[in-house]
């Protein structure tokens, strides 16, 4: 049985939420779910924005068939080709065979390469500045290479003022009968998600997101439609402050995040001091065990916070696992404009400390305090010292 939710008189929500993914693209942990979301606009011409992942593809059809009534499938838009907005492609081009696929020259390759069909025969080709004309709307069409995919483009309806964002401004979490980020409270429930979405998604594209939001800032935009997560139709401002921030890797906060790797406790002992110190001191801290948390978690933590703070054990020579890779995910997801502190810990050979500035050192803008704190096993008076003069140095940046 469908389950739509009506957007404005001729826009429909025809997507559908997935509760029982673990893990979203292998990586990512969603235990709030995800939402896949697809529109169809059912003007003098029916156009579908994108379609969905093959887990929900059942739901998605049942919800496209009704809303559609006896009417044919004009257009489908192909604004980015990732598996989970187009898995549903060769269903369509079987069910709706006079369906024209409107998408970029990058986004046919790509066709080509997922699926087996006559791709050339279906699809119209637009380009940056395009427009298409159903009927009472016209739908403008604005490239957006790598954000976070080389083909991707977004679509602006210039009759409603709606722009159809592909994976910019998205969310993890399940929709849970909400459509609309003004049914919710979405900055206590869901923006860390949209925070952790963007940094581990998209976050290594800053640069490609600022010339999209440069693009769209001439816009008259009264909704965002993205494919994952609410839609927006007020207090837009809201998210895209928070994506101005984040593409430009500027932190949303003052404070310290420590992320933490110990085997036997000794590390997490001298974060834990330090933590301790900073909040005598009036400074926010959180703090991350990097075996237990997820990479996702403390990768947007980092992206928040002003200054970082990464406590490592010294394991076979090298950096503990869990932190290394951290570490390695941090780097790949370009971060930058932080301030990092290290904390190092060797019952023989410390390396750890060392090894950490290096790989981060390649980041831009990276200010780092001078001296790593060495701890050889235990945290003794002489480490618990320099603890101290480590939270004295970062409150007064502070």
Same mark, same amino acid.
């Given at each position: 049985m469908h389950c739509i939710k009506k957007i404005t008189g001729d826009l429909t929500w025809v997507g559908a939420n997935d509760r029982r993914l673990a893990m979203f693209e292998g990586v990512y942990s969603v235990p709030k779910g #995800?939402?896949?979301n697809s529109y169809l606009l059912t003007d003098e011409k029916t156009v579908l924005f994108d379609t969905v992942d093959k887990a929900v593809q059942g739901r998605f059809s049942e919800n496209l068939e009704h $809303? !559609? &009534? +006896?009417? %044919? !499938?004009d257009y489908l838009i192909v604004q980015h080709m990732e598996p989970d907005h187009s898995a549903g492609i060769r269903d369509l081009v079987l069910k709706y065979p006079d369906m024209k696929i409107v998408c970029n020259a990058k986004t046919l390759a790509f066709i080509k390469q997922f699926h087996d069909f006559d791709a050339d025969s279906r699809t119209h080709? #637009? $380009?940056? &500045?395009? $427009? !298409? #004309? $159903? &009927?009472?709307h016209t739908l403008h069409f604005i490239n957006a290479p790598m954000v976070h995919w080389p083909e991707v483009m977004v679509t602006y309806d210039s009759t409603d003022k709606i722009l159809f964002s592909a994976?910019? /401004?998205g969310c993890f979490g *399940?929709? +849970?009968g909400a459509l609309f980020a003004d049914e919710v409270d /979405?900055? %206590?429930d869901y923006m860390d998600e949209a925070r952790r979405y963007y940094t581990n998604i998209v976050g290594k594209y800053g640069a490609q997101v600022q010339r999209l939001l440069d693009? =769209? =800032? *001439? !816009?008259?935009i009264n909704m965002i439609c993205p494919l994952h997560g609410f839609v927006w139709r007020g207090e837009i401002q809201s998210i895209l402050s928070k994506y101005i921030l984040w593409s430009r890797y500027e932190p949303e906060e003052p404070g310290v995040m420590i992320a933490y790797a110990s085997v036997y406790g000794n590390t997490e002992n001298a974060a834990e001091i330090l933590s301790s110190n900073l909040r005598d001191k009036g400074i926010k801290t959180v703090m991350f065990d990097v075996s237990v948390t997820p990479a996702s978690e403390v990768v947007a933590s980092a992206f928040k916070w002003s200054h970082l703070v990464f406590a490592s054990t010294t394991y076979n020579a090298g950096i503990f696992v869990t932190m290394e890779a951290l570490i390695n995910d941090l780097t790949a997801h370009n971060i930058q404009n932080r301030t990092v502190a290290v904390i190092e810990n060797g019952s023989w050979a410390p390396a750890s400390g060392k090894l950490i500035r290096e790989k981060l050192s390649g980041c831009k803008n990276m200010i780092f305090l001078d001296d790593i704190i060495t701890v050889t096993s235990g945290v003794k008076e002489e480490q618990r010292s320099k603890l101290t003069e480590m939270a004295e140095t970062l409150a007064a940046m502070l």
């Open positions: #995800v939402s896949y $809303t !559609l &009534g +006896n009417r %044919r !499938l080709i #637009v $380009t940056e &500045g395009d $427009t !298409l #004309v $159903t &009927g009472r994976d910019c /401004f *399940a929709l +849970n /979405f900055d %206590r693009k =769209t =800032t *001439a !816009l008259e």
